[in-house]
C-alpha cells in the first residue's frame, strides 16, 4: 500500500512578521516496514535560504529563513510512503521487565547505547513516584516486558479521556495525571513518563495515523491528524510500538514521522519570528492510500 500525505500549516498574523527563522520536521523516516517514495516541502513566502540536515536522532530536518514581510506563513508537506510489512511482529516470549531495566545500563551494543539516553528526563517529562506506582499496578514482579506494556497501554486508555480541550501543548504530565483527561501528545508523555520511572527506556514517537469517516458518510480531506505514540526497548527484541490513545498495536495505519524523547524533540514547525502579534493557526492532514 502507499500513502499520500499532506500535512499542511497556515499561520496567519495580527501585524506584518519582519524576519522569521523556522525549522520543519516534517518529513517521514524510511524504515524497515515503510518507505519514503517521495518528499516536497512547499513553503509560501519563499524562505531566502533553506538548508537541510539530520538530528542527533536520526530524524530530517529543514531549516529555513524568511527575510521579507509578510502577514500570512504557509508550509506544506508532501509525502509518499509505502507501507511494505508489518511493524516488529509482536513477541510471544521475553525477559520480564526487571530483567530489561537492569540489562540495558550495562548493555554497550549499538542498540543498547541508544535505548540507554531514553530512560532518562527529558525537559517534558519527569520521573515520579507516582508514575512509577500506576505503572506497577501493570508491571507486576517477573511479568514479560510486552505483556506488562500492553496492560499498561490499556489501562491508559481505559482511565484517560480524550479530550481536545483539556490541554495544551505546554501542560505538564503531572497536570493530565491528576485530571486524567488530554490527547494523544499527553498520553504518549504519559506512558513514557511511567516506563522511565521503571528504568525502562521508551521515546516520543510522532507520525500520521490514518482515520476513516463514520459509515454512510464521506472522507473529508484534511481530517486526519498528527499523531503520537510510544515506543519501548526490549532488550533481545528491539523497539515494541504502543498506541495508548487508541490501545493498539501500531500497523499499516501508522506512519512514523520523527522521534525523540519527548514532543519539544520532534515539533512538526518552531521557530522564531520577528513582529506578528498574534496569530491564528489551522493545521490539516490528508493521509489517503493510492495503492493496495
Known sequence: MIYRIVHRTTYKYKHPVSVGT???CLKPRALPHHQLAQSELHIQPRPATRTERV???????????IQEPHRELVIEARSEVIMEGKAT???Q???????????????HSPAGLEAYQFEFESPRIRVRPEFASYAL?????RRPMPEALL?????????FCF????????????????????VCQDFAHLQIACLRSLNLAARYVSGYLRTYPPPGQPRLVGADASHAWVSAYCPGIGWLDVDPTNNLVPTNGHVTLAW??????VSPLRGLILGGGAHKLHVGVDMEPIDS
Open 55 to 65: 538530528d542527533f536522532f536520526g530524524n530530517r530536518l529543514c531549516f529555513f529563513t
Open 89 to 91: 511482529p509482536w513477541p
Open 137 to 141: 499496578q501493570s508491571f507486576t514482579p
Open 93 to 107: 516470549l521475553a525477559l520480564p521487565w526487571e530483567e530489561a531495566a537492569r540489562s540495558v545500563p550495562n548493555d
Open 260 to 265: 525523540g524523547r519527548d514532543y519539544g524533540d
Open 151 to 159: 496492560d499498561l497501554t490499556a489501562r491508559i486508555h481505559k482511565d
Open 163 to 182: 479530550d481536545s480541550k483539556a490541554t495544551s501543548v505546554r501542560t505538564p504530565i503531572e497536570e493530565v495525571f491528576r485530571k486524567r483527561r488530554g
Open 22 to 24: 523556522h525549522v520543519a
